[in-house]
């Protein structure tokens, strides 16, 4: 599993996110995702639309994942302490 491959499963499960991917050992990643679809949903749901995005991979190929999750004006609200 590479950083490109959770960055594409990610963006075909959200449609429309915005994704930055860091990791290089191959199973430890960090995810940061700005997705419209997070507007109103806990912090768990919205890692739950993480999860069913990355599907089993999240039981096979990644060990770890760190999730950060925006809506797009959150996102803006972060600016400029975070960067995409």
Do not use: C
Not at 14 to 41: C, E, K, M, N, S
Not at 42 to 69: C, E, F, W
Not at 75 to 80: G, T
Request: proline share 4%; glycine share 8%; aromatic share 8%.
């Amino acid at each position: 599993m590479t950083k490109e491959d959770i960055k594409l499963l990610l963006e075909a499960g959200l449609a429309g996110a915005q994704t930055h991917i860091d990791g290089d050992d191959g199973v430890h990643f960090a995810a940061r995702v700005v997705f419209a679809g997070f507007a109103g949903l806990t912090p768990v749901k919205r890692h739950q639309l993480v999860y069913r995005a990355l599907g089993d991979n999240m039981r096979q190929a990644i060990h770890a994942l760190s999730i950060q999750t925006y809506t797009p004006e959150e996102w803006q609200l972060a600016q400029p302490f975070a960067t995409l």
